[in-house]
């Protein structure tokens, strides 16, 4: 992909931009333990929501989510709204008045009072082991690759810069550094989706051409689908909504720094409508971007069969 200087411009001042914000973000740091994990306890609920949804929303949605929508169809986006039904639900009315009321740093913290040490021991190293090697190893090979598409740049100093650009304000600043960045890129991922969701409507012929092609989406596939069958909706979707989104230090954390138990629910609440929000702006531009090729290599064939003395070269050649 070729990019204009002020392509690169933009992208270059965004990313100082975002990394002088969690540094200054760190200056602000109390120094205490609470200061540090939960901000202080003084989230509102908007922060909440934002950066519940801003730190969900990653690569492996721009890239793993997109791609599943593309290839797949609905069904990326009915796993996306099964987590407001069941994940965050769960939150909400079961674990979320538990977590507050006892002032818990972590989830570990909440398994040990639970169950016991080992509980809370045995959590702590798997959950570490789980992110490092899945989760964030997934997020920044992902980003990496996405950077090596756009700008060339290796797909192995892509990872190390972005762990260390990140890495630096979020463990200076803790907590308040991270959600000041998150709630910036919050603004910037849904605009940006927005912006590409209609440009890619219009491009494959507006949003009647659009509901036309609508009859290909499939929500179920068979039982015997390698990838999505229908029987992940009877247990599987329900266990991995309740982990990521109620038993999830990356996610909870956000709510166990809330003010007081109120805008904790509220900040979910808001999230839920957010997290609505996010599979439109990001996964239909992938639905949509079939058809979109379809009428994309029609006007090429015409070109090249019919029109080809009258083409200038290059567009023959593209």
């Known amino acids: 992909m070729k990019l204009d200087w002020i392509d690169v411009i933009i992208f270059a001042v965004y990313i100082i931009g975002i990394v002088v914000l969690g540094l200054y ?124 598409a756009l700008f060339g740049i290796p797909i192995l100093y892509s990872i190390f810069g972005m762990a260390i650009l ?62 999505f069958p229908w029987t992940m909706y009877l247990g599987g979707l329900l266990c991995i909504s309740v982990f990521y989104c109620a038993t999830n230090q990356f996610i909870v954390q956000r709510v166990l720094a809330a003010k007081n138990e109120w805008h904790g629910r509220m900040g979910v609440i808001f999230g839920d409508y957010l997290k609505f929000l996010v599979p439109l702006i990001i996964t239909i531009p992938a639905l949509v971007a079939p058809k979109f090729c379809h009428i994309s290599i029609s006007l090429i064939y015409c070109l090249q069969h019919w029109w080809r003395p009258y083409c200038p070269k290059a567009w023959l050649d593209w």
Request: hydrophobic share 50%.
């Open 25 to 148: 973000a760190s200056r602000k740091n109390a120094g205490s333990k609470r200061d540090y994990f939960l901000a202080g306890d003084k989230l509102p609920w908007w922060m909440i929501g934002g950066s519940i949804i801003a730190a969900n929303i990653s690569s492996h949605h721009l890239v793993g989510a997109m791609g599943a929508a593309y290839s797949r169809g609905f069904v990326a986006i009915t796993l996306e709204w099964g987590a407001i039904l069941i994940g965050f639900n769960a939150l909400l009315w079961i674990f979320l008045p538990f977590y507050i009321r006892n002032g818990f740093y972590t989830i570990p913290e909440y398994l040990e009072k639970r169950y016991g040490n080992a509980t809370r021991v045995l959590y702590a190293i798997l959950i570490l082991f789980t992110y490092v090697f899945v989760e964030i190893g997934a997020v920044l090979y992902l980003g990496g690759l996405s950077l090596h």
């Open 166 to 227: 990140t890495g630096l304000y979020t463990v200076l600043g803790g907590l308040k550094a991270v959600i000041w960045t998150e709630m910036v890129q919050l603004v910037i991922l849904v605009l940006g989706g927005i912006v590409l969701t209609f440009a890619t409507i219009d491009a494959a012929g507006g949003f009647q051409s659009v509901i036309a092609s609508s009859k290909d989406w499939k929500m179920f596939y068979p039982a015997s689908d390698p990838d």
